[in-house]
Each structure stands twice: as C-alpha cells, then as structure tokens.
C-alpha cells in the first residue's frame, strides 16, 4: 500500500481467477457482490465471517481521522465536499491560459461526474476504492486477533473473497415485502460472529459521525475541524446546514424557526435516521394502487389478492431500461445530459440510468426541512451516508448487465450539435482515481476504458453468473444463450407494465375491447404512455430541486400529498454551485455545462398509473386507456410542480427551459425463441400528445419549433 504521501493504486481485492472471456466478461469463481439480503442476515458460516469483517472494518474505516488521506471522510469527500484535490490530483482543471478565462472555467471544486456519460465509467472506480479500503481494514483487524494459523487463514480467506454488496432498490425487501431500506439500515445494532463468540454490536450503517471530537467527546460540526485540520471543513454556501451537522441525517433535519434567514436554526444535525419516512416514500410509488386482483370474480385465482400486485414504478422503470432499444445508445443509457439535435428523433431514450439513480437519492435522503431532509439528497454530502455505497453499486451492477446485453455499444454515437459541452472520451483521466502505487500523481489515472471490463477490476456480480446451459464446454460463454437467459431473468425480476396488461387482459369483467381499445391485438399489445421531461439541472444555480407530476382535476382543493397523488418526479440532483469566468470555488465541469445551457432529460412511464385508475371502481373520470379518452383525461388533469430542496414550492416561471411532453406509443409482449417465457417488452412507434401540454407552463405546445404539430414530416421515431 502506498504511504500518504504518495499515490494510492487503485486495482481491486486481488484474485487469482482466470478470466474466460471472449466478449462478454466471464470469469467463472470470480468472487461475487451480492444483494445485502444476502449478506445479513445469512446462517452460513463463511458469510457470517465475511459480515462480521464487513462491520468492523466499516467502524475502524470510518474513526479515522479526517487528514488521513484512506479516511471514510475524505474518500466521500471526492464526491462533493470538502472540495479539495485527493491523492495528489490537480483539482478540476482550469482554462490553460489564466488571463483569459472562459464561462464554466475554474481553479477548483469538486470532482463530481454528473450530467455527463462518465457517471457510469467515473463511480467504477470510486466504488472499486470504497471497496479496497474495507478489505485493507478487514485485514489489520485479522492481524490484530493474533489467531492460530489455521483459523487465521479461514478470516483471510473470508476477507479475500469479500465484496461489496448492493441495495436493489427495485426489488421488495424481504423483510417487509415493501420496496424500502434495506433491514440493516433500520438497525441499531446487528450480530456480528467473532472468533471470541456471537455478540451484538453497534451498527455501523446506521449512520457517520464526525470522527474529530470536541473537548466534551461529541462530534465537532463538520464546516468547524479542529486545529491543523481546517482545510477539512465543509463550506456550504448556507442555503442548507450542512455544515453545522456533525453526523449525517436520513429524513432527520427539520428546520424549527421562523422565515428569518438569519434566524434559521434546525434540530437533527447531530445525525438522525428516520427509516420509516424513507420506507414510506419508496412504498408509496407502488402500494396505493389500485390492486385489481381483488376482484371477487376471479374464484379461479384466489392467490392474486396476495401473489399479483399493481407493479412499483421503479421495477418497471428499471424493466424499461432494458427493453430492447429504449435506449440504442450509451449516450441515452449512461446519462440525463440531452443535447437539442436529438428532440426529433428520440422517444424513449429519456429514461436513462442516471434519472433514476438521481430519484434513489431524493428517496433515500429526503429533501424537505418539514418532513426531514438528509445527506443523500444532495451531491456534495451524498457520500458521507454509508447507504450511498450500497446504492451506487447497484448502480454499477445495472451499467454492468447492460453491458453485458450490449457490448458493442460502448460511445458508440458521438453527441451532435457544435454548442455542446464534448463528451469526454473512454481514454480521459477519471480524475482524482490512480492505477498505481507511488505513481505519476498527475497522470497514472483511471479510463473509462481501463473501467470497462469489471472482472478485470476482480469481481463479479450474482446475478450475472450464468447457467449451467449457457457455458460451453471449453468453460467460454455461450454469450446468444446468455443474452437471451439474462433478458429472462431482468424480465422476471422486475414486474411491469407489460405483466400488468396482461393479467388485465385475462379479466373476465374486462372487456379487452373496450379497455385497451379495439385497434390493439388481444393479448399482444398496448397502448404505452410515457411524460418526457426536458429540464436545466442548473435553473437554481445548481442546487438541488424536484418536479413533481399528479393527477388531479383543477376543481380539487387541499395539499397535495406526498404518496398518494403523486404519479412521479423528476429529481435535478444537484448542490455543488456551478463555477463562473468570475469564481475560483464551485463545480468545475457544472459551470461549464451551465454556460453552455447544457439540459438533462427524464422520463416518467404513465400506463400503470392510468391502468389503476381506470379499474378502480370508484374513481369516475377514467375508465379505459383508449389513446382519445387518455387525452382528454389527462388534458385536465397531468399537472405539475417545482420544488426546490428544503421544500420550498417555486413558480414554473422559474423554470423557463422546461419542457414537459406526453407521449402515446405501443406495447407489445415479447417471448423467449421457446416460448417458455416472456423478455422485457417492446416498445415503439410513439408520438407526442400535444393537447395534453399545450398551454400548461413548461408544457410542450402545438407550435413547438422542433414536436410542434407543423414539424411533423421531420420527425424520425423509432416505429419498430
């Protein structure tokens, strides 16, 4: 290991697995990052080892203290603050000629990679380090037991096929059968299995503290280090108090004063997690549906009730994602940046990875100062929260299966339009992450790619191992088989909208007809409704907000609440102020986005949402989801609004480059070449709804220069 004063290499827990690879990476007995439900709690005696180092190396990892370069503060510090240079890397570069800087030029700010189709290839690394540093831990605990060699040997080789696991945040969590956190960050206290016995012990992911103390030996407020330490503190710029907590909140920061800026004083900023608040949002994406398997007419399949349930939105979101095509490109794929040239010819790629990554975040953090507000919700504290490592590395894992499904498509579509930011290319630094030991500081960087292939990194994922039929007989993949089990497998895991239409169409007291609309194939397709939203992730100086989309006729009155009416969001994941030709403190890569006006894009699937309300008896403004009766419907009743983080509502005005769109395409069902199962859907043939926006503030108009009804000719959709 390097010292602190030279270059730490990066290069995975080392394994001695030979890699099989022939284009697809396969390298069987790879160690595994597994599911946390996996991990704990587990009976297995080898896991049970491996959970044990896990916790107590994360403990040790995180007291160290803030000026140790392999500390827990400063390697969640690269991702935002204290914004400072790690490892001997310059800070974000500024303009080569200093006399003459340019819009978005800077001499400093953080090393974040987001808004960019690095975001994938840039946490790689980063969670690569995470990783290693747990392990190094994992290590110096071992030695410190002083255990006979045999047994020795048992914990090293726990520690030495150890990996990183990850939260599937779109999948239900067994111990609820809700989509939530995952258990053990609702804990505490956890067993842990020593070699002196079972015992129970503080839970490390519960939370992070400051690890500097004050003389009464509670955690110093992080914008306040200690002497000698300074150059550590966190300097927000005090719309929101990062810098007075000294522990990291989940929903636990309330703001307790009145309106008076300078009165503002909030309780919570000695770290609180507020786990049930969190559950509560992820389940209220899914759980207030209308469930239709409850009908009573249905005495051949009294299992539905409890087995079949409306899909979550982030499943099908996910399922989306992998459909083939929605996204043709790593572009569309790997990030939210959108670029102008691309308005006439794409539809569904506005649902990329980054999008819902950035949804994770608000839902997992919580963004208002009234029902709590936490670390994850913002970039630059994000990755204090030790949750932020489990997320990113499902994060990881959806980047690695989708490149497991389309190898070949890795930049393969440069970005058009000459006022674009450029896209960094696979052989760029991914700056501040080195390749070796007492290297070049200002070289020996990480690529995008070097990051490419992850068993070269040492690891695999669980569910990308394949079955026993999809390996040759020279242990090579058959990669056909394997694509086509992996589609499968993606198909089942995540429930949709495609499963959901299909158990509609078995209904007996459905007409098909009538609900799904004559000109659909029974059984086969659907009509698919998708809002495509067009935001400028910079429109609050950077800083963090959410669009917010409901339905609701304009003669309801009250509040609108968080769950229940909230069909879905748009989160602009932001905090780190965009630097300027006039600032030498911000984000360096956010301020040359903002003066380019560089825009991201989201998507929100809507056919799940109309499908519940349109089966429930009890709701009378909509009844099928026939494309005519949808858009009179959701004419009157799509809204939305804008809220600020801290959870202050803001005009539409406020937000001039909105544009919010409606989409209507097909649907339809995909089998396996056997026929034994079904493959996430297809997708295709959309067009924008103008009557449902036109008119709304930020809403896509008839006479939009590029979807207005007048361009229609130059339109080049997918249709297949």
């Known amino acids: 290991m390097a010292s602190n004063d030279g270059t730490y290499g990066i290069t995975g827990i080392p394994s001695e697995v030979e890699p099989r690879t022939k284009i697809i990476p396969f390298a069987p007995g790879m160690p595994v990052r597994c599911e946390i439900s996996s991990l704990f709690p587990s009976n297995d005696a080898l896991v049970q080892k491996q959970w044990t180092l896990m916790i107590l190396a994360l403990e040790k990892f995180k007291n160290l203290s803030v000026d140790k370069k392999l500390s827990y503060f400063q390697i969640a510090g690269i991702h935002g603050y204290p914004e400072t240079a790690w490892d001997g890397a310059d800070p974000p570069p500024p303009d080569p000629d200093q006399n003459n800087l340019k819009p978005g030029d800077n001499a400093n700010g953080g090393y974040c990679s987001h808004n960019s189709i690095t975001f994938p290839t840039w946490h790689r690394p980063y969670m690569l380090l995470y990783e290693q540093c747990i392990w190094s831990n994992m290590k110096g605990i071992i030695a410190s037991w002083d255990l006979e060699v045999s047994l020795s040997q048992e914990w090293y080789n726990a520690a030495d096929t150890w990996r990183l696991p990850y939260w599937d945040w779109a999948r239900k969590q067994s111990y609820n059968n809700e989509f939530a956190l995952p258990e053990v960050f609702t804990l505490l206290e956890v067993p842990i299995y020593p070699p002196s016995g079972q015992t129970i012990h503080p839970n490390p992911l519960w939370g992070f503290e400051n690890p500097e103390k004050g003389s009464d030996g509670k955690s110093l407020p992080m914008g306040k280090m200690p002497k000698g330490k300074e150059q550590w503190s966190i300097n927000d710029d005090g719309t929101l108090p990062w810098s007075q907590c000294s522990g990291i909140s989940r929903y636990g920061i309330l703001e307790v004063s009145d309106n008076k800026v300078s009165d503002k004083e909030y309780t919570g900023l000695e770290g609180v997690n507020n786990f049930a608040v969190a559950n509560q949002f992820f389940a209220d994406f899914s759980k207030h549906w209308y469930n239709p398997y409850n009908d009573k007419n249905k005495p051949d399949h009294p299992e539905w009730d409890q087995e079949v349930k409306p899909p979550g939105t982030l499943a099908d979101a996910v399922n989306r994602m992998f459909s083939s095509e929605y996204n043709s490109t790593w572009g569309t794929f790997a990030t939210t940046k959108w670029w102008a040239e691309s308005e006439q010819s794409l539809s569904t790629g506005y649902m990329s990875l980054e999008y819902i990554h950035n949804n994770i975040h608000n839902m997992t953090g919580g963004t208002s100062l009234t029902d709590g507000l936490g670390h994850m919700s913002d970039v630059p504290v994000a990755a204090f929260d030790p949750i932020f490592w489990l997320h990113h590395c499902n994060v990881d894992r959806l980047v690695a299966i989708w490149q497991a499904l389309n190898w070949s498509s890795w930049w393969d579509s440069p970005e058009p339009g000459e006022n674009n930011v450029p896209d960094p290319t696979p052989k760029d630094p991914l700056m501040p992450f080195h390749t070796k030991d007492n290297g070049d500081p200002k070289k020996d960087f990480w690529t995008s790619e070097m990051a490419r292939d992850w068993t070269k990194a040492y690891y695999q994922y669980d569910d990308l191992q394949p079955q026993a039929s999809a390996v040759n007989p020279d242990n090579t993949l058959n990669e056909e088989k394997y694509i086509e089990d992996l589609r499968a497998y993606i198909h089942s895991t995540y429930p949709n909208t495609a499963e959901y239409a299909r158990d509609i169409f078995d209904m007996q007291n459905v007409p098909n007809d009538k609900f799904f609309g004559g000109h659909n194939e029974a059984r086969q397709t659907w009509d698919d409704y998708i809002i495509n939203v067009v935001y400028d992730r910079y429109a609050l100086n950077g800083r963090s907000y959410s669009i917010l989309f409901y339905l609701r006729s304009s003669d309801d009155v009250g509040t609108l609440a968080s769950g229940q009416e909230v069909i879905g969001q748009v989160y602009a994941f932001g905090g780190l102020v965009p630097a300027s ?104 043939a959309y067009t924008p709804m103008h009557d449902v926006t036109h008119g709304k503030v930020g809403g896509l108009g008839r006479d939009d220069a590029v979807l207005g009804t007048h361009r229609a000719a130059h339109w080049n959709f997918r249709t297949a």
């Open 581 to 684: 030709g006039t600032s030498t403190e911000g984000c360096a890569n956010c301020g040359t986005q903002r003066a380019h006006k560089t825009l991201s894009k989201a998507q929100v699937p809507l056919t799940i949402q109309l499908m519940t309300k349109a089966l429930d008896p009890s709701y009378e403004h909509i009844g099928n989801i026939e494309r005519e009766d949808v858009e009179r419907y959701l004419k009157t009743h799509l809204r939305w609004k804008f809220v600020q983080i801290g959870g202050v509502e803001r005009q539409a005005e406020d937000f001039p480059d909105t544009k919010v769109s409606v989409w209507v395409g097909t649907g339809s069902h995909l089998r396996r070449r056997d026929s034994r199962s079904y493959l996430p859907p297809r997708y295709a």
